[in-house]
C-alpha cells in the first residue's frame, strides 16, 4: 500500500524567511510525485510533478525537489500570498491512474 | 476553459435523509475521481471511473454510497441514509489520460461541503 507522510503538519515563518517542506513516500514502482496547494474552501492546484529522483521543478518561490524516499518543496522569500495547505501526493504501480495524499503541511507566512 | 465543476458547493442536511453530489468533468478528460477530504484521515479516494466505467471502488466506505457516471459530462455521489460521520468536503477530479500513464495530471473541482446534523 501507498503511503505519503508529510511534515511539518503546519509551520509559521515570516516574510522572507525561507524553508523546505517535507514529504516521505513508500511506492511499489513510483509513476509520479505531485504537489498542489490548496488555499481555504478550495479544491487543490496542481503544482509540480516529479518522476526520478534528482529531478528539480521551479515555480516562482518554489522548488520541488525528489530523491528515492522523499521529496522536499524549497519555499524562498516567502510572502504572506504564498500561505496555503501544500499537499505532496504519489502515483504507484499498482494505482492506476490515482492519487495517494498526505495530509499537507499547513503554511502561514506572515508580514 | 471550465475546470472542474461540482455541485452543491454547501450542503446542510439531516441524518438520515440522501444526499446528491454532482460533478461535470474537463471536457475530453475520461478520468474521473471522487476523493474526500476530513482533518482526521486526508485526502481519501473513494471510486474511480474510465471511460465511464467504474474500476476501483474499494474507497467507498459502505454501502450507504453509491457512485454512477452515466456518461463522459456527468457523474453523481449519492449518500443514503446519510449519518453524521459523513461529514466532510467531497471532491470530483479528472484527468486526461488512464492505465499505466504515469503523465497525467489530475484537476479539482472546488469541493462540495457537507454537513449532516
Redesign the interface.
Known sequence: EDQVTQSPEALRLQEGESSSLNCSYTVSGL??L?W?RQDP??????LF?L?SAGEEKEKERLKATLTKKESFLHITAPKPEDSATY?C?V?GHQG?????????TMLLVSP | DAGVIQSPRHEVTEMGQEVTLRCKPISGHNSLFWYRQTMMRGLELLIYFNNNVPIDDSGMPEDRFSAKMPNASFSTLKIQPSEPRDSAVYFCASSTRTGEDSGNTIYFGEGSWLTVV
Do not use: D, I
Not at chain 1, 474552501?41 to 496542481?46: A, R
Not at chain 1, 492506476?96 to 499537507?104: A, E, M, P
Open positions: 509513476r509520479g505531485f498542489y474552501g478550495k479544491g487543490p492546484e496542481f510533478t518522476y499537499l501526493a502515483r492506476y491512474s490515482t492519487l495517494t495524499f498526505g495530509k499537507g
